[in-house]
């Protein structure tokens, strides 16, 4: 079955740690997406790549960190500086083509100890 | 800049009810209108696109049509089951500038009572 493998499901972050959520994708897509997603505020994008090897800040990228070292592959790193990382996180994936339909995983809940 | 907004929610409805989620856009170019939903739990799922003016969009009974003179998108519904219970999420896709960023609108959660 193809589609978009987040783990862990829960996660939990102690003070002045980093942590590192897994995403995976057979899908053979191109682009891939991580998304933050709290009450009331929808989605807001935090790092897309379009390529291997290749990443790009979004809206609120600050305090993360993320790798492009395979076209499956595209962990999120929540880093310390990340002073409120209390959130569902989403990652998604995309083909190339005219029109952005994203396919997303299952998400990852992460919450501070 | 693109923007997307939604009626607030939460929206609570009886069984076989019509359900109408209002949605509306901003966009710099020519974007194309989703809707997502989210099940409790889960991610998102496409629930249905249109990619031009004019052009309706619809799966599992549900429905969109893309009107560029009022900038709109609702998602309409003829009747409503339980098991539509979940999280709507209207977005947009502009493909200007060469990147197609994806807006998402902040969510209409829908509950359907039996």
């Known amino acids: 079955d193809g589609g978009i493998t987040q783990s862990p499901k829960y996660l939990f972050r102690k003070e002045g740690q980093n942590v590192t959520l897994s995403c995976e994708q057979n899908l053979n897509h191109d682009a891939m997406y991580w998304y933050r997603q709290d009450p009331g505020q929808g989605l807001r994008l935090i790092y897309y790549s379009q390529i291997v090897n290749d990443f790009q800040k979004g809206d609120i990228a600050e305090g993360y960190s993320v790798s492009r070292e395979k076209k499956e592959s595209f962990p999120l790193t929540v880093t310390s500086a990340q002073k409120n990382p209390t959130a569902f996180y989403l990652c998604?994936?995309?083909?190339?083509?005219?029109?952005?339909?994203?396919?997303f995983g299952a998400g990852t809940r992460l919450s501070v100890l | 800049g693109n923007s997307v907004t939604q009626m607030e929610g939460p929206v609570t409805l009886s069984e076989e009810a019509f359900l109408t989620i209002n949605c509306t856009y901003t966009?710099?170019?020519?974007?194309?209108l989703f809707w997502y939903v989210q099940y409790p739990g889960e991610g998102l799922q496409l629930l249905l696109k249109a990619t031009k003016a004019d052009d309706k969009g619809s799966n599992k009974g549900f429905e969109a049509t893309y009107r560029k003179e009022t900038t709109s998108f609702h998602l309409e519904k003829g009747s409503v089951q339980v098991s539509d219970s979940a999280v709507y999420f209207c977005?947009?896709?502009?493909?200007?500038?060469?990147?197609?960023?994806?807006?998402f609108g902040t969510g209409t959660k829908l509950q359907v009572i039996p």
């Open positions: 998604a994936s995309s083909p190339t083509g005219s029109v952005n339909i994203q396919y």
């Open positions: 977005a947009l896709s502009d493909p200007a500038g060469g990147y197609q960023k994806v807006t």
């Open positions: 966009a710099t170019g020519y974007p194309s």
